[in-house]
């Protein structure tokens, strides 16, 4: 926008330079770049699913028929496959998990639960016909350490569990979720919080301090964006996960789309609509990639280290880096960011200063 407004930079303001601004408005309210990334890709070619090609018309008996035969291929032979699969992996997961839980705390018990994780987790993957192909072994995240990725969907935990553990938190469910939330936490040192406890962000961080000062438990998984984008950006990563200390471990997620869109658009899908989404689309692909180790530099301030985290993720994993918040996506923006892109308005007409 300083570019188109270089030309204004030397004179007085005239009326006429409002034209300007009015247009940047419409084309924000047209396709903005903060709510384009809360809802599905757009694809470049049609991958048979009906769900990635809305504007869909006839074009030919052949390529109906190949897609009608796609149809029956993925809700007759795929879907009560995946639907088993993942019924035993859930299965086994409650079932392991609750009898390791009544082991004595040792190494022993430790490997158990390891060994449960990484089975149970590896099945559910493969209900999802998941092909992972994982970059830089070397970096994955230690003990002790902190794991911060850049989040899709709620598949993005089996993602990572299938090559490694990690202690997750999060916030205690109800119904099924619940059920497998309790079951995990016997066998392995996962942090739930219950929904008045993740308001007090004291109690929050003295808990997850706790848990990386024991350099024997597992390194904790965190997605500081706090909600699910398309895959196609990073937004502003949450400054709370980066106060904490200790050693942050970056990981970068990347979907293919032409298999399966893994976004999970919590607005439009509750939970079940969207499995049953991910169960009927051909498989789900993803490359993920560990990158070294980054610890907070002297002098960088949460915020600033929480900025070069997520732009080492944009960077490595091909994505958009955007500065918005990722809770636009419920909430309205707030004043003091309109605050600020006037005082970056009046600046770029005046010509007094760079922009902030």
Known sequence: MEKGLSGLRGRDFELSDVFYFSKKGLEAIVEDEVTQRFSSEELVSWNLLTRTNV????????????????????????????????????????????????????????????????????ICVRALSGTIHYHNKQHRPQKGGICVANHTSPIDVLILTTDGCYAMVGQVHGGLMGIIQRAMVKACPHVWFERSEMKDRHLVTKRLKEHIADKKKLPILIFPEGTCINNTSVMMFKKGSFEIGGTIHPVAIKYNPQFGDAFWNSSKYNMVSYLLRMMTSWAIVCDVWYMPPMTREEGEDAVQFANRVKSAIAIQGGLTELPWDGGLKRAKVKDTFKEEQQKNYSKMIAGNGPLS
């Open 55 to 122: 504007n869909f018309q006839y074009i030919s008996a052949r390529l109906t028929l190949v897609w009608v035969l796609g149809v029956l291929v993925r809700y007759c032979v795929l879907l009560p496959l995946r639907v088993t699969l993942a019924f035993i992996g859930i299965s086994l997961l409650v079932i392991g998990t609750t009898l390791v839980g009544q082991l004595p705390d040792s190494s022993l018990k430790n490997r158990l639960s390891e060994l449960v994780h990484l089975t149970c987790c590896r």
